[in-house]
Antibody, heavy 119, light 108 residues
Framework: EVQLVESGGGLVQPGGSLRLSCAAS????????MNWVRQAPGKGLEWLSY????????KNADSVKGRFTISRDNAKNSLYLQMNSLRAEDTAVYYC????????????WGQGTLVTVSS | SYELTQPPSVSVSPGQTARITCSGD??????AYWYQQKSGEAPELVIY???KRPSGIRERLSGSKSGTMATLTISGAQVEDEADYYC???????????FGGGTKLTVL
C-alpha cells in the first residue's frame, strides 16, 4: 500500500524556518517525481514545488522561489521542504504528493502537516 | 503567471447533471486533471489526461476538453458528490504546475 506521511509542521514565528519531511512507503520511491502542495485555511490548493526522481530537475512556484527548497533522499525514501523567511501567509496545511510516471497528475497524497506562522 | 479559472460554486438538485468548467490558455496543448476534495480530507484524483478515470472512480464522473476549456461533468449528481473540485495543469513551458481556484459543488 502506497503511503505518504508528512511531519515537521508546527508553530513558527515570522521570519523563522521550518523543515518538512515526507516519508514514503509501499512503492519504489526513487522511481517517481514528487511535489509539495499547500492549502491555506479555507482556501484552495496551491502547487509549490516539483522534484524529479533523480533530483536533476526542480521547479518552484513564484510565490516561494528563493525561500523554499525541495529536496529528496532516495536512500531514505524521504522528501523534504526547507522553508525559510516564513510569513503569515505561509500558514497552511502542506501536502506531499506523488506524481505519476504517465504525466503531471498527482495520484497519491499524504494527509498533510499544518504550519502556522504567527508571533 | 499562468492561471486556471473555475467558477467558485455550482449547485444542482440530486439526479441532475453538474458541469464544472476550467479555462486556461495552455489547455489546448496541455492535459487537464481534476481532483475532488471533501471536507477535512486530502484531494483525490478523479480525472487524468482530460478524460480518463482512475480505477475506482465512479462512471458518473467524466471529463472533456475543447480549446481553452476543460469540463468536469457529474451525471446524476448525488449528495455524496458534494465536495470542492480543482482542475490542475501545467503552463505551456512545463515550468509550473497550477491549480484552478476550486469549485464548491452543492447537491441539494
Amino acid at each position: 500500500e502506497v503511503q505518504l506521511v508528512e511531519s515537521g509542521g508546527g508553530l513558527v514565528q515570522p521570519g523563522g524556518s521550518l523543515r518538512l519531511s515526507c516519508a514514503a512507503s509501499g512503492f519504489s520511491f526513487g522511481s517517481y517525481s514528487m511535489n509539495w502542495v499547500r492549502q491555506a485555511p479555507g482556501k484552495g490548493l496551491e502547487w509549490l514545488s516539483y522534484i524529479s526522481s533523480s533530483s536533476s530537475t526542480i521547479k518552484n512556484a513564484d510565490s516561494v522561489k528563493g525561500r523554499f527548497t525541495i529536496s529528496r533522499d532516495n536512500a531514505k525514501n524521504s522528501l523534504y521542504l526547507q522553508m525559510n523567511s516564513l510569513r503569515a501567509e505561509d500558514t497552511a496545511v502542506y501536502y506531499c504528493a506523488r506524481e505519476t510516471n504517465r504525466g503531471a497528475d498527482l495520484d497519491y497524497w499524504g494527509q498533510g502537516t499544518l504550519v502556522t506562522v504567527s508571533s | 503567471s499562468y492561471e486556471l479559472t473555475q467558477p467558485p460554486s455550482v449547485s444542482v438538485s440530486p439526479g441532475q447533471t453538474a458541469r464544472i468548467t476550467c479555462s486556461g490558455d495552455a489547455l489546448p496543448k496541455k492535459y487537464a486533471y481534476w481532483y475532488q476534495q471533501k471536507s477535512g480530507e486530502a484531494p483525490e484524483l478523479v480525472i487524468y489526461e482530460d478524460n480518463k478515470r482512475p480505477s475506482g472512480i465512479r462512471e458518473r464522473l467524466s471529463g472533456s476538453k475543447s480549446g481553452t476549456m476543460a469540463t468536469l461533468t457529474i451525471s446524476g449528481a448525488q449528495v455524496e458528490d458534494e465536495a470542492d473540485y480543482y482542475c490542475y495543469s501545467t503552463d505551456s513551458g512545463d515550468n509550473h504546475r497550477v491549480f484552478g481556484g476550486g469549485t464548491k459543488l452543492t447537491v441539494l
